[in-house]
């Protein structure tokens, strides 16, 4: 029972694989270079929830899917690919979508991009409306001055509110996130429409779209999308509702 990830990069990228491999079997029950090793846990079950051939795949499918997307998640490169075969015959790829935040819009669920390295440790409040920059504002990562600088924003510059934690708003487009500004640089602009309906502070979620696609020895194949999340504790998970944190 065997099977290795493919990398892409020629034979630079299949020595690194093999060194990898050699590397992890020093290890009992270790991983490397994104090699699975048989009889190791699937990390991300639930991969294939949604796969029309879901029935057909083998547990070696679904841990190949799995730690595919693992070693996407580790490298967190928007449009990277993954590839990988088993030994029963199975093969497929996993590209890894951009960072979104879920949890945020109490309507509709919407996945809202975001920067992969957003802070989502807190609880964050409603807020509404338009906002505009009284000055050069440097919109962070986190809700402290000790968090990295995401993009500064030029004075008189108009963002949205997305939420707010004490003085400092996660502010963005009306179709992205840029990070959190304090409250005292930015001054109400009037208009907007509410992106949180009310209730009671809510941590969102830093998911990951994952676009998977699988070739069975028996010709099957099939093509499909599956949200995965971070968890608190910096692991990942697919959730078991998509869209919902």
Same mark, same amino acid.
């Given at each position: 029972?065997?099977?290795?990830?493919?990398?892409?990069?020629? *034979?630079?990228?299949?020595?690194?694989?093999?060194?990898?491999? &050699?590397?992890?079997?020093?290890?009992?029950?270790?991983?490397?270079?994104?090699?699975?090793?048989?009889?190791? %846990?699937?990390? !991300?079950? /639930?991969?294939?929830?949604? @796969?029309?051939?879901?029935?057909? !795949?083998?547990?070696? =499918?679904?841990?190949?899917?799995?730690?595919?997307?693992?070693?996407?998640?580790?490298? /967190?490169?928007? +449009?990277?690919?993954?590839?990988?075969?088993?030994? +029963?015959? /199975? $093969?497929?790829?996993?590209?890894?979508?951009?960072?979104?935040?879920?949890?945020?819009?109490?309507?509709?669920?919407?996945?809202?991009?975001?920067?992969?390295?957003?802070?989502?440790?807190? %609880?964050?409040?409603?807020?509404?409306? +338009?906002?505009?920059?009284?000055?050069?504002? +440097?919109?962070? *990562?986190? %809700?402290?001055?000790?968090?990295?600088?995401?993009?500064?924003?030029?004075?008189?510059? !108009?963002?949205?509110?997305?939420?707010?934690?004490?003085?400092?708003?996660?502010?963005?487009?009306? =179709?992205?996130?840029?990070?959190?500004?304090?409250?005292? &640089? &930015?001054?109400?602009?009037? /208009?907007?429409?509410?992106?949180?309906?009310?209730?009671?502070?809510?941590? %969102?979620?830093?998911?990951? =779209?994952?676009? *998977?696609?699988?070739?069975?020895?028996?010709?099957?194949? =099939? !093509?499909?999308?599956? &949200?995965?999340?971070?968890?608190?504790?910096?692991?990942? $998970?697919?959730?078991?509702?998509?869209?919902? @944190?």
């Amino acid at each position: 029972m065997k099977f290795t990830i493919l990398r892409a990069g020629g *034979l630079a990228g299949l020595a690194l694989a093999a060194l990898g491999f &050699l590397a992890a079997c020093q290890t009992p029950g270790g991983g490397g270079g994104g090699i699975f090793f048989p009889g190791g %846990p699937i990390a !991300l079950p /639930g991969l294939d929830r949604g @796969s029309s051939i879901q029935a057909s !795949l083998s547990d070696q =499918d679904r841990a190949g899917m799995s730690q595919a997307t693992m070693a996407l998640l580790q490298t /967190g490169q928007t +449009n990277a690919v993954q590839s990988w075969r088993t030994g +029963n015959g /199975g $093969e497929g790829t996993a590209r890894l979508g951009a960072p979104v935040l879920i949890g945020l819009d109490s309507v509709s669920g919407a996945p809202i991009p975001a920067p992969a390295d957003i802070d989502t440790s807190v %609880p964050l409040e409603s807020a509404t409306g +338009n906002y505009v920059a009284t000055k050069t504002v +440097n919109v962070r *990562l986190g %809700p402290s001055t000790a968090a990295p600088v995401a993009q500064t924003l030029a004075e008189g510059a !108009l963002v949205r509110a997305y939420a707010k934690t004490g003085e400092w708003l996660l502010i963005g487009a009306a =179709d992205s996130i840029y990070g959190y500004a304090h409250g005292s &640089l &930015l001054a109400a602009k009037g /208009g907007g429409d509410p992106v949180l309906a009310g209730g009671k502070a809510r941590r %969102p979620r830093l998911c990951r =779209d994952v676009s *998977l696609s699988v070739t069975l020895a028996s010709g099957q194949r =099939d !093509l499909w999308s599956q &949200l995965v999340c971070k968890r608190d504790d910096g692991t990942w $998970e697919v959730p078991s509702e998509r869209g919902l @944190s």
